[in-house]
């Protein structure tokens, strides 16, 4: 679900090998051998969002759920949690 609200079950969170930070937070389901790559689970609160070859919605879910900023300057990957 891109709203964030849908729970992954119990299968394994795999991390993708990916540069974004975003990926420090989201991970795939694996269906079986092969994880699957239209769904990103949230490690914080395993909310299941819509993956389309960006970050974008990844972003947004940390920003309006978990209240986390992602910035980027000159290739160097800052976290900020807002209060």
């Given at each position: 679900m891109?709203?964030?609200?849908?729970?992954?079950?119990?299968?394994?969170i795999i991390?993708?090998?990916?540069?974004?930070?975003?990926?420090?937070?989201?991970?795939?389901?694996?269906?079986?051998?092969?994880?699957?790559?239209s769904l990103a689970v949230c490690r914080i609160?395993?909310?299941?969002?819509?993956?389309?070859s960006n970050t974008t919605n990844l972003s947004n879910h940390l920003l309006r759920r978990h209240r986390i900023w992602l910035h980027f300057i000159f290739d160097?990957?800052?976290v900020l949690f807002l209060c």
């Open positions: 891109a709203d964030g609200r849908g729970e992954a079950d119990e299968r394994e991390k993708p090998p990916l540069r974004s930070s975003v990926w420090k937070h989201f991970g795939f389901c694996k269906d079986g051998d092969v994880p699957n790559k609160c395993k909310g299941q969002v819509k993956y389309n160097i990957n800052i």
